[in-house]
């Protein structure tokens, strides 16, 4: 059990490497090649964790038991496998009803496991910010809210004795249930103060373009991140590395910067309470001006995987946003295949951002995707007021200079509401053609 961060007498203890039993269901919609890539993922989600998935067993079944979730037969077989073989635990790859569980748990002489309670386990371990804990804290929180059974004696030393104000006769299930709304409405409330901040942290943000990685988790975002700002995000083949989204300067050229942002990893089967509670993190998203959905080109689903990102993005996005698909990992497709990628996959972009083949072409497409937010203006400033002159390359890059009698001749590339900026404020500027001004430079 979980309340506010701290795990409450967990079932068993995380050791290394336990044996555990994986159970998957398929419903005739589904191919079994899927099934199978369901499980493939529950067991490296379950490995982060110190359980080896040993063994798996599938069921078809129309639709699952509102009891047991799998049919009598199929527990009978569950807890014999688990006997015979001394496993640990049992993990389902599918969320559980608080009832099912307490039902299998009754039925199967080992804890019981759902893939919400592991991912959930998994992000408990890796948020690292305020945001991120309390983010995992209210998910978790709604997650075993309907499944508070046990007395909590040490709630009441945490809230000054809550439990004793409803008399003895309140039941303890009210208590902790009561305590629980509370610490999840506390929740809701710090989320808001962060909200809050990163909207004032973006209107601060000036002359500055704003772009999202995401992706499919391990596709290769923080790689890419590293390789284009070097901001040294940790990045390996552990599932949700990265849950605080990073946001680092990446120089595209003089004048096209950007606050490049990497994100949380998507997955399939992604706990609506989470994605929910992490609306926040993923509000990056929302405030983009350009999505880079990295791809990871090797793998062999990789259209699935698309699907499942954009199914998250689309829950959490009130308007379309510009996407770009980039295909990651291309130094390890074979060139026939990265051929048709390229083929049928035109607007796609192609890199690898181990090798950094492609980045360039990356860097390009951007000053080309925002070539229109851009322009180049020429001035001449009075030489009565060059006292001025260092504060213009804070509206853009001068590209040229030159001192004259009349004044200072110079041009300057930026962003278009930033000159505008520019010449509102400084009244004095000359506006000067660019064919006079390559006259006069003549």
């Known amino acids: 059990m979980w309340l506010g961060g701290e795990a409450l007498s967990p079932p068993i203890a995380w050791s290394a490497m336990e044996n555990v039993l994986l159970i998957g269901v398929k419903r005739p919609f589904e191919k079994s090649w899927e099934v199978e890539e369901y499980l493939d ?3 490296m989600l379950a490995e982060n964790l110190g359980y080896r998935g040993k063994f798996r067993l599938v069921q078809n079944r129309q639709t699952p038991d509102n009891a047991t979730f ?13 006997t ?9 790859d599918d969320e559980l009803s608080p009832a099912q569980q307490n039902n299998l748990e009754k039925m199967i002489s080992v804890p019981v496991f759902d893939r919400t309670f592991v991912i959930l386990s998994i992000f408990s371990e890796r948020a690292k910010t305020k945001e991120a804990k309390a983010q995992v804290d209210l998910a978790r929180l709604k997650y075993e809210y309907p499944r508070l059974k046990k007395m909590w004696a040490h709630l009441h030393r945490q809230v000054g004795g809550i439990g004793t104000r409803g008399g003895e006769g309140e039941k303890q299930l009210e208590v902790d249930r009561r305590i629980a709304r ?3 409405e506390k929740l809701d409330r710090e989320l808001e103060r962060f909200k809050v901040g990163r909207a004032t942290r973006k209107k601060q943000r000036r002359n500055m373009l704003g772009i999202s990685l995401v992706g499919y988790t391990n596709a290769g975002k923080s790689t890419l991140m590293n390789s284009l ?28 910067r950007v606050a490049l942002s990497d994100t949380v990893g998507f997955i399939r089967k992604l706990p609506h309470d989470l994605v929910a509670s992490f609306r926040g993190t993923l509000s990056e998203v929302q405030d983009s001006d350009l999505l880079f959905h990295v791809i990871d080109a090797c793998h062999p689903h990789w259209e699935e995987l698309v699907q499942a990102v954009e199914d998250v993005i689309d829950s959490i996005t009130e308007e379309p946003i510009p996407t770009v698909k980039i295909f990651n990992k291309i130094d390890q497709l074979p060139e026939i295949e990265l051929k048709s990628l390229r083929r049928n996959y035109p607007d796609a972009l192609f890199l690898s951002a181990l090798t950094k083949e492609g980045v360039e072409e990356l860097k390009a497409f951007v000053i080309e995707t925002f070539s229109d937010l851009i322009q180049t203006m020429s001035f001449r400033l009075p030489l009565s ?12 890059h001068i590209q040229n200079s030159e001192h004259r009698d009349e004044g200072i001749l110079f041009s300057i590339r930026g962003f278009k509401d930033r000159l505008g900026t520019l010449t509102r404020q400084m009244p004095e500027l000359e506006p000067v053609a660019s064919d006079q001004l390559q006259t006069e430079w003549a």
Not at 70 to 76: L, P
Not at 229 to 256: G, I
């Open 41 to 43: 993922e529950l067991m």
């Open 385 to 396: 007021e060059a006292h001025h002159f260092h504060k213009i390359s804070e509206f853009g």
């Open 229 to 256: 700002t070097k901001a040294n995000v940790e990045a390996d083949d552990r599932l949700f590395v990265t849950l605080d989204a990073t946001s680092r300067l990446w120089v595209v050229d003089p004048v096209m």
């Open 70 to 82: 799998v049919g009598s037969g199929m527990v009978e077989k569950i807890n014999q496998l688990v």
């Open 182 to 184: 509370r610490q999840m």
């Open 84 to 92: 015979n073989e001394s496993l640990k635990a049992v993990i389902f």
